[in-house]
């Protein structure tokens, strides 16, 4: 069985940084993509940023410049350092990849999530 398990939220001040840790765990094969959603309290959960296994990246409009992600594959573990932190930022990060487990299936998995509050 698969796992994705966050960490690194909390409330920082504006202007502040975070760092985001989220970690696979389980029958792993291979980890094709992994990315962080968020999703503010009324909204819709939203793409903040992407990475494949080579390292492509992609970053919605409103964090790039500010916001980085990366990844340790030998780890798998993938990280988004936060910085210049907004109070729009505040919301829920979700960690999300597509993971091939050991048994041949390839599937979506997410994260329990974790609270990023920015206050001004």
């Known amino acids: 069985q698969v796992q994705l398990v966050e960490s690194g939220g909390g409330l920082v001040q504006t202007g502040g940084s975070l760092r985001l840790s989220c970690a696979a765990s389980?029958?792993?094969?291979?980890?094709?993509?992994m990315g962080w959603f968020r999703q503010a309290p009324g909204k819709q959960r939203e793409l903040v940023a992407t990475i494949t296994s080579s390292g492509s990246t992609n970053y919605a409009d409103s964090v790039k410049g500010r916001f980085t992600i990366s990844r340790d594959n030998a780890k798998n573990t993938v990280y988004l350092q936060m910085n210049s932190l907004k109070p729009e930022d505040t919301a829920v990060y979700y960690c999300?990849?597509?993971?091939?487990?050991?048994?041949?299936?390839?599937?979506?998995?997410w994260g329990q999530g974790t609270q990023v509050t920015v206050s001004s």
């Open positions: 389980g029958s792993i094969v291979s980890i094709n993509y």
């Open positions: 999300n990849a597509v993971i091939l487990d050991s048994s041949g299936i390839r599937m979506n998995y």
